[in-house]
C-alpha cells in the first residue's frame, strides 16, 4: 500500500519561501499524476498544482507565477516550491494522485504571518 508523507512547512512570513517535500513509499508512482493539495480551516481541500509524469505542470490562478511543482521519480517524491507566500496560503498541505486515488498522509501545516 502506497503512503505519502509531507514535510517542509513551518511558520513564515508574507513574502517569504518554503518548499515541500512529498515522500511516496510502497509503489513506484512515477506513472502517475501526482498533485499538491491544500486545505484551510472551514475551506474544502482544494488543488494548487500538478505535474504529469512527463513534467507537465498546472496551477490554480491563485499561486501561477509563486509556486512551482517538480518531481523526481528516481526517489518517489515530488516538491512544491512556495515563494512570494501570501497569508491566504495559510493551510495544511497535502499531496496525491490526480486524479486522487490514494490515502491521504497527514499534511504539513504552512502559516504565512508577520
Known amino acids: 500500500q502506497v503512503q505519502l508523507a509531507e514535510s517542509g512547512g513551518g511558520l513564515v512570513q508574507p513574502g517569504g519561501s518554503l518548499r515541500l517535500s512529498c515522500a511516496a513509499s510502497?509503489?513506484?508512482?512515477?506513472?502517475?499524476?501526482m498533485g499538491w493539495y491544500r486545505q484551510a480551516p472551514g475551506n474544502q481541500r482544494e488543488l494548487v498544482a500538478h505535474?504529469?509524469?512527463?513534467?507537465?505542470?498546472h496551477y490554480a490562478d491563485s499561486v501561477t507565477g509563486r509556486f512551482t511543482i517538480s518531481r523526481d521519480n528516481a526517489k518517489n517524491t515530488v516538491y512544491l516550491q512556495m515563494n512570494s507566500l501570501k497569508p491566504e496560503d495559510t493551510a495544511v498541505y497535502y499531496c496525491n494522485t490526480n486524479p486522487i486515488i490514494l490515502s491521504w498522509g497527514q499534511g504539513t501545516q504552512v502559516t504565512v504571518s508577520s
Open positions: 510502497g509503489s513506484d508512482f512515477s506513472i502517475a499524476t
Open positions: 505535474i504529469t509524469r512527463g513534467g507537465r505542470t
